[in-house]
């Protein structure tokens, strides 16, 4: 019976066992699937289709008027706002509210400016881990005064955006490196935007540069463009063609190209934009809307076609995105206020 009863507890302890290394394998199968599932989703959040976005954020101080003042003249103004913006924090927000996997580099002060600007980011779902914070300059600022008739004139105080410079982003160069897409502006240090364009340019990414304000350009830096997004007076000042008329905005661009940019892009306000690509100039018209304040329009431009070019849109395609996105931007007031959410396109 002892030998019987031996038996059984032997045979019993090997099918636990049995079982029990069966369990441990199948946990441990599962397990690795999940790690490896985990892996997956980690490898592509380093996607193509990133946008990085390196510039400056503000605090846009706005006072609505009947008319823009003259040299020396003061004008009683109408309502007082106080927005977001800067162009670089204007094309991110643009870019993510149209459904864009955006980080956002720049630097603020140590101030109330730069915190609100922070939270605000990161609502609207920006990767705000590269956002640099300067101990001895204050956030931006820029003063706007906007007319009836929805023209504005705009003063900048840089602070912190003027000390953003190339050895802040060699510490944030792993963000060059997971983007698809670098959209960069002029309100930030030349040499910064220079330093990021051969960066992302060796990396193989697609710089595309909103050159504004308006400043010339070397040709280092435009043979590093994927696209470039002036406007008619910045296009003047790259190219050295004066845009008097539609030949004229074609000259402009081909001369641009001519410096080694792939495609240009004159964003030409209600009228659309004209895309200069592979010697080829295209018109793209604008939505005709009742403008209320023209403040963003460029920077939700350069947001949206930066946006649809990484959901692998064609130029023609993209641009007329832009300007759909643009378009309804100047239908309402502010800076990242008026950009648009993509259901409403």
Known sequence: MNGQISQIGGESTYFFCFWLIILIFARNYKLKKRINSSM?????????????????TNT??????????????????????LNAGGKGANQAVAAARLGGDVSFICKTGNDIFGREAIKLFEKEGIDTSCILTDPDHPSGVALIMVDASAENCIAVASGANANLLPSDIMAAKQAIDDAG??????????????????????????VILNPAPAQALSPSLLSCLYAITPNETEAEIISGVRITDAQSTIEAARAIANLGVRHVIITLGSKGALLYSEAQPTVIPAQKVEAVDTTAAGDVFN????????EGLG???????????????????????SAPFRGEL
């Open 40 to 56: 997956k989703t980690h490898r592509s959040s380093f996607s193509s289709n990133r946008i990085l976005v390196v510039g400056s």
């Open 60 to 81: 846009d101080m706005v006072v609505n008027t009947k008319s823009l003042p003259r040299p020396g003249e003061t004008v009683l103004g109408g309502s007082f706002l």
């Open 181 to 206: 897409y670098v959209l960069m502006q002029l309100e930030i240090p030349l040499q910064t935007v220079e330093f990021v364009a051969d960066s992302a340019f060796r990396k193989g990414k697609k």
């Open 303 to 310: 947001g949206a076609f930066t946006l649809a070019l990484s």
């Open 315 to 337: 130029l023609v395609e993209a641009v007329g995105f832009a300007c759909k996105a643009a378009a309804i931007s100047v239908t309402r007031s502010g800076a990242q206020a």
